[in-house]
């Protein structure tokens, strides 16, 4: 057993071995450590199936470090105090992170560690671990900085790591929700949390799904097989971005004779070129998950959301059969395809308007692939409260039409529909002979649908003829506008965007 003092490399939200850039820094004298803090559980944001995900990805992590040699240290707390007594107990002076952007919480506790760690004589050293770059100046170049960090060569998993005494007080098994305390939140048909898992989305998704990726991901039916389901293992880092997209060029090579796959493994490097682009801005501005991007908009809607038309929105019982669907359907499995997912956040704030701070928890509780950089920025966006993206307000009942044209899908997710006939199925209410037999199974429409939607819109393009709304805009712009095509606007091009005039009703394009 070597004498050398361990590095303490503390997992977070990169529960893998393979292309850990901070686990290949430390060195092979480590100490693998995860903290189950409680306290982060607690937050509105946080679920049980986010809690039952994660469990599974650390077990496959255990799996694996064991297999090097060196079992991972599990403890339950909080971070600062768990932190220094391994540090006491192992004689640790030096440690080893990735960087993190996650909610307003770890944020405030990554500061806490920092302090700790200064005050205590440990060097604390994070290691950038994907194209999110810290302390970015500006978005100039920030486009070559991370192609450069994609382009770099993936780094192996450690051979072996060198056994180190088992630590004692390490947890033998991890705790289950109600050891959490964490609600009941049943999600039968969520992603599965292992390693194994992650390897197999990936290999079906280069070698038979994503044929049809770029012309099926946007309806529900088509989208879940479709899609390449990586997000839950993008999410907690038991893949890096960087083994995706070099995996995904191999699999592009693979398929040159293909216009197909070649066609839907380039929309797909433009997707995760959107995730790097979105968590950026979180990185940049941690401000946005609970303030509006442009402040103009901080007294739109009411703060205090109506309660009624919350609880229907999130049960899927608000009488739109689209919307009741797709929501019914992320409740079941913790996932949803994109589109619906802009839906049913424009939904919610346009039609139903509700204060974003309100329906944005709701949403992410419900993902098991929550990634705040990614959900905080879509959840503004989709609201209209950036200032610097086209208004986009979804007609849910033409979305159905378009993406569940023969209600396969709304009648397996509302079952007590399933006596509609298929005139009326987008639009129960329309149905006259049998609105006795529905008013018991199913409800009316919470709002009138064309009436609060051109409400909305009335209030939203008001607000844009402010004086000063266009001189802030720019700034939003200029801060957070991407400076390559493929991923957010370009600065110019977001400030057109504001000026337009109307959507028409109708609009359904989404704005990417």
């Not at 944020?107 to 760690?117: C, F, G």
């Not at 199974?441 to 609060?452: I, S």
Request: hydrophobic fraction near 40%; include cysteine; aromatic fraction near 8%.
């Amino acid at each position: 057993m070597s004498q050398t003092p361990p590095v303490l490399v503390w997992f977070k939200r990169d529960l893998r071995i393979a292309d850990h850039p901070a686990l290949v820094a430390a060195g092979p004298y480590v100490l693998p450590v995860y903290i189950i803090e409680p306290d982060y559980w607690a937050l509105p944001d946080t679920s049980a199936r986010q809690w039952a995900f994660t469990a599974e990805a650390l077990d496959s992590l255990r799996c694996d470090l064991e297999a090097l040699g060196q079992p991972l240290i599990l403890r339950k707390g909080e971070a600062v105090t768990e932190l220094a007594r391994l540090c006491r107990a192992h004689g640790i002076t030096r440690m080893f992170s990735h960087e993190e952007t996650g909610n307003a919480w770890t944020y405030s506790r990554d500061r806490r560690v920092a302090d700790w760690a200064r005050g205590n004589g440990v060097e604390w050293r994070e290691v950038p671990q994907s194209g999110v770059v810290r302390r970015l100046p500006g978005r100039d170049g920030w486009q070559g900085l991370r192609t450069r960090f994609l382009r770099a060569p993936v780094l192996d998993a450690p051979q072996a790591l060198a056994p180190l005494a088992r630590d004692t007080s390490t947890l033998e098994r991890l705790p289950d929700a109600r050891g959490l305390r964490l609600r009941p939140d049943p999600c039968p048909h969520r992603q599965t949390g292992s390693r194994a898992a992650a390897e197999q989305a990936l290999a079906g998704f280069l070698t038979t799904r994503g044929a049809r990726y770029r012309v099926a991901m946007s309806s529900p039916l088509t989208a879940e097989r479709a899609c390449s389901r990586l997000s839950p293992y993008l999410a907690l880092g038991m893949m890096s971005v960087r083994q995706v997209e070099q995996t995904r060029a191999a699999a592009r090579a693979a398929h040159a004779g293909a216009p197909d796959w070649q066609a839907s493994l380039n929309s797909f490097a433009k997707r995760l070129a959107w995730r790097d682009h979105f968590i950026q801005k979180l990185e940049d501005e941690p401000e946005l998950e609970w303030r509006c991007l442009h402040p103009a908009h901080e007294t739109l809607r009411p703060r205090e959301s109506d309660a009624a038309r919350l609880r229907a929105w999130e049960l899927g019982e608000t009488g739109v059969p689209f919307v009741d669907a797709c929501m019914r359907y992320l409740r079941a499995t913790g996932w949803l395809n994109f589109r619906m997912r802009a839906m049913l956040m424009s939904f919610a704030s346009y039609h139903l308007w509700l204060d974003w701070r309100s329906t944005g928890p709701i949403l992410a509780r419900l993902f098991t692939d929550y990634e705040p950089g990614i959900h905080w920025s879509q959840v503004q966006m989709q609201s209209g409260t950036t200032g610097i993206n086209t208004i986009r307000i979804y007609n849910p009942v033409k979305q159905g039409h378009d993406q569940d044209p023969s209600g396969q899908f709304i009648r397996k997710w509302l079952p007590e529909l399933a006596h509609v006939p298929a005139a009326h199925l987008h639009r129960p209410w329309t149905w006259t002979e049998g609105a006795g037999a529905l008013q018991s199974r199913y409800p009316a429409p919470v709002v009138d649908l064309a009436q609060a939607g051109a409400a909305a819109r009335d209030a939203l393009w008001s607000l844009r003829q402010q004086a000063g709304f266009h001189d802030v805009a720019r700034a939003v712009a200029h801060k957070h506008g991407s400076r390559a095509s493929g991923n957010d606007r370009s600065s110019a091009a977001t400030i057109r965007a504001v000026r337009r005039k109307h959507a028409h009703p109708d609009q359904l394009s989404l704005d990417l």
